[in-house]
Structure formats: structure tokens, C-alpha cells
């Protein structure tokens, strides 16, 4: 939803006030952004009661990181999404591991993978909100560009398995990856590498 510039000033007040321990700009804020939030828990857990747990610990983020809100380089919208993606592929990652321990492969090897700039181009696109406008863009890509982003941005998988799911060469779905977030950034008008608010 696209918001008016008076209603994201209203929501940068709030988040000054949660960040000075209001506990009721706090209640309002949650009250505004909740179902923001727990829908994107929803949209790369897939599980209800996973997403509740996630997105409370989300919340738990927000009244502690408030402070380090800016608006000047990110809407709240765009701040609250980027917590709690980041949060959220946190949990995946952590997921995949404790599956990899127990199936007796090597945890480490998948996490550096998963930290190399190589692995996961589509990383940057953690740095910008899943907001009406990127949805928007993101129906502008092509198929394969669209869903490639989309397995990346939440479900949280390397570009190594995305290959997997989708059939196609690693070389292909980096191709696609690259060439999606390039045309993101020609629709949005944003530097997707080097974001504002980072």
C-alpha cells in the first residue's frame, strides 16, 4: 500500500517515540504494521505457528532497535521489512544447518557458501522493502527473473539451489538474478548495491 507523505511522517514520529520507551507509539506502530510483518514471516516460513513465534520476536527487535531508526534514508515501512527479512533468513539459514547436522553433511561449507557475495547476488535485495512499488516491479520481470528474486528473497535459498528447483544451469540463474535486480533498479529508480539506507 502506497502511503501518503503525512502518514510516513506520522510513522517516524511513532518510531521516535518508541525509541524515547513509549509504550503506547509502540502499541500504535504495531497496531499500523503487524499484519506487514507477519505476513512476510508467513511468506517465507510457511508455517502459522513459526510465523507468529518470528514475527513476536521481530517486534521484540523493533522496541530494542528503534533508536537506530533514520528517517532520512528509509520509510518505517521499508526499516520494519528490512528487520524482519533479515531476521527471517537468519531462521532458515539456522534451519538448513540443524537439517545439515543431522543428515551428516557439512553445516560450515553451506554457511560460507550462503556469506559469499558469488553465492547470493540477490542478498541486496534484503536492503529494499517489499513494499506495493517493489511488488510492482517485481511484475515487470520476466518469469524466470521474477521467481529466481523471489526463491532468493524469501525463501532464502542460494543461487546454487535455486538452480536445483528451478532446472536450469547455475550460469542461467545467475544470468537471471543479475538481470532482474538491474531492471529492479531501472523501474525503482534505486541503487540496489549501494543502498541509501544501509
Not at 41 to 46: C, E, F, I, K, Q
Not at 121 to 128: H, L, M, P, R, V
Amino acid at each position: 500500500m502506497q502511503r501518503t507523505p503525512e502518514q510516513r511522517a506520522a510513522h517516524a514520529n511513532w518510531m521516535r517515540l518508541v525509541a524515547a520507551g513509549d509504550a503506547a507509539a509502540f502499541e500504535t506502530l504495531y497496531d499500523e504494521f503487524a499484519d506487514l510483518v507477519f505476513s512476510l514471516a508467513m511468506s517465507m516460513l510457511r508455517d502459522r505457528g513459526r510465523a507468529e513465534d518470528a514475527a513476536q520476536d521481530v517486534w521484540v527487535k523493533v522496541w530494542n532497535a528503534a533508536g537506530s531508526f533514520d528517517p532520512e534514508r528509509a520509510s518505517v515501512a521499508t526499516w520494519l521489512t528490512t528487520l524482519a527479512h533479515r531476521h527471517l533468513i537468519d531462521l532458515l539459514r539456522r534451519a538448513k544447518v540443524r537439517i545439515a547436522d543431522r543428515s551428516g553433511a557439512e553445516p560450515g561449507d553451506e554457511v560460507a557458501a550462503r556469506m559469499s557475495n558469488d553465492e547470493d547476488i540477490a542478498e541486496q535485495a534484503i536492503d529494499i522493502a517489499y513494499s506495493a512499488d517493489v511488488r510492482s516491479a517485481m511484475a515487470e520481470l520476466s518469469g524466470d527473473q521474477r521467481r529466481s528474486l523471489e526463491l532468493a528473497y524469501f525463501g532464502g535459498y542460494s543461487q546454487s539451489e535455486i538452480a536445483g528447483i528451478l532446472g536450469k544451469p547455475l550460469g542461467t540463474v545467475k544470468t537471471y538474478m543479475f538481470q532482474g535486480m538491474r531492471r529492479l533498479r531501472e523501474i525503482l529508480g534505486v541503487d540496489l548495491e549501494h543502498p541509501a539506507h544501509r
